[in-house]
């Protein structure tokens, strides 16, 4: 079993169905052949791959990112999905942690993005921290999308890579992070 990486737009096509297979299991919807994200957010997708089967996906979103007075590169985790049949193996936790690697990697200052509350045991197991009280607000400065709206239950989480994104760490709790990622990822 191996991890690979492309351009999201470059993932050869067997594993690209593959992946849009488990991501319409995980989120049903209408199926894409196509790219998921936007293109402006230079998506990274990272596969675990076992003999040319794709058991866990997601991708790395990367913008800038200005919060306390501070602009940051940060990148968000998105779409991370594993096959059913073979959860709790340990291989989202692989993929997860190798994201985070992967971040460090390519000089991003921070990781930032959100979860659904139960799965908060599981990114933290990952390396990812728990940023209580805080909101990421997706969408656009014109048409918010907060992370704190009614139907969700979401928690924020973070990494914090760089020596300025350590140092601002504290100001990333209780806080209103404007993510806005835009429109087609609305929030990562």
């Not at 593959?18 to 994200?37: C, M, R, S």
Request: aromatic share 6%.
């Amino acid at each position: 079993m191996r991890i690979e990486s492309y351009a999201e737009s470059a993932v050869p096509e067997a594993l690209r169905r593959q992946v849009h297979a488990l991501q319409n299991q995980a989120w049903p919807g209408d199926p894409t052949d196509g790219p998921v994200h936007d293109p402006a957010l230079r998506p990274l997708s990272m596969l675990l791959v076992d003999d040319g089967v794709v058991v866990a996906a997601l991708d790395i979103l990367r913008k800038e990112l200005r919060h306390a007075g501070n602009t940051f590169q940060a990148g968000g985790l998105s779409t991370v999905v594993t096959r059913a049949d073979l959860r709790g193996q340990g291989h989202g936790h692989r993929l997860v942690t190798a994201a985070r690697t992967t971040m460090i990697d390519e000089h991003l200052d921070l990781g930032i993005f959100t979860c659904d509350r139960p799965l908060l045991p599981f990114y933290e197991s990952a390396g990812w921290h728990h940023l209580p009280g805080t909101t990421l607000i997706g969408g656009t400065p014109n048409d918010p999308f907060p992370s704190d709206q009614p139907a969700f239950d979401k928690v924020a989480l973070g990494a914090f890579f760089s020596p300025d994104a350590q140092q601002a760490a504290p100001s990333f709790d209780n806080a209103r992070i404007p993510l806005h990622p835009g429109t087609i990822d609305k929030l990562w």
